[in-house]
């Protein structure tokens, strides 16, 4: 641990990304493209690094204190309550519903306390405009809508709808503050910049998690989500030259599970419309984003293995000694 360099808090979305492409082998599985067994693989995967991230991330309190403080660092942490919702109604759910709906609930009471706080913070405290970035989404859009999507999976429809609410209307809110600090402020700076991808994730997520609520049925708001997310991901291809030019890091996985929920949206709209060739389009999506998480995991551990995945902590100035 004292070699350790300063661990992030976005040190979760590596776990984030894991379950995000768990979720699209598990629809997969749901119609019969994929062999049964890789999303529980992928689950217990994720699950193993989502508590290891825990372990080396609260070890270190000062840390994670000065993270909660931070308008930039804060958002990033409530990856660690979102993730195990996801675990918990896909993976643990089919295996032991008790423990899983425990498990979602809990997380989501979580979620619900820490997203509170947060958006108490920025009403209440000065917001610096220059800090607002995509990650905003996180503790109350991504943590309204998949907690949605996990209460529906274990059985709470209700409780499912009520975070549908939570997470859409956050959505609507921040999204308009967060598109307007990308259209008229400065582009964000370079170790934030990977967080543009987040700006996709917010549509699929909502299909997602309006799909479980409504039955897997095609209407007219799956279709209106659906043309909003279509926008956002064309918008992406713009950032392709800067995204290229970045380092890697552990902000890499913000584009894990953002382009996994597309995946996973995109995989139920095509088993669900059945366009000729619909089995191959499966598979291109599957292998895609599989091979998008498969990279930056393989990625992240040679970066691990060399020693240069995390952050150096900052050198304390060297103490000067007064003489009499």
Not at 33 to 55: F, H, K, Q, R
Not at 232 to 239: E, K, S, W, Y
Request: hydrophobic letters at 60%; aromatic letters at 12%.
């Amino acid at each position: 641990m004292a070699k350790l360099g300063r661990v992030p808090p976005n040190v979760f979305s590596a776990s984030f990304g894991l379950a995000g492409l768990a979720e699209v082998w598990a629809f997969g599985e749901r119609y019969g493209i994929t062999p049964a067994g890789v999303t529980d693989a992928l689950m217990i995967l994720a699950a193993a690094v989502w508590l290891v991230s825990c372990v080396l991330y609260f070890a270190r309190w000062r840390d994670v204190r000065a993270d909660l403080l931070d308008n930039i660092g804060a958002p990033f942490i409530s990856v660690a309550l979102i993730v195990p919702m996801l675990i918990a109604a896909l993976g643990l759910e089919p295996h032991a519903h008790d423990a899983a709906v425990v498990l979602v609930d809990v997380f989501i009471v979580l979620t619900i306390l820490y997203g509170g706080v947060l958006t108490g913070q920025w009403i209440y405290a000065a917001l610096d405009p220059a800090k607002i970035h995509p990650g905003f989404f996180l503790p109350t859009v991504a943590g309204g809508l998949v907690a949605s999507a996990a209460a529906t999976n274990v059985g709470q429809r209700r409780l499912g709808e009520f975070m549908f609410g939570l997470g859409l209307i956050c959505w609507l809110v921040l999204g308009s503050i967060i598109m307007n600090r990308l259209f008229v402020s400065p582009v964000l700076p370079p170790p934030l910049f990977p967080t543009l991808a987040i700006e996709v994730a917010p549509a699929p997520v909502a299909s997602i998690a309006y799909f479980a609520l409504n039955g897997f049925r095609i209407d007219v708001f799956a279709a209106i989500l659906a043309g909003y997310g279509v926008l956002l991901v064309v918008a992406q291809v713009r950032f392709l030259p800067a995204y290229l030019r970045l380092t890697f890091s552990p902000a890499f996985w913000a584009f894990t599970f953002a382009y996994a929920a597309v995946a996973a949206a995109a995989l139920i709209w095509i088993n669900m419309g059945r366009p000729t060739g619909h089995f191959a389009l499966s598979w291109l999506v599957i292998g895609a984003i599989t091979l998008l998480v498969g990279g930056v995991f393989l990625r992240t551990l040679v970066a691990v293995a060399r020693g240069r995945y995390l952050p150096p902590r900052p050198t304390p100035p060297p103490t000067v000694s007064r003489t009499a």
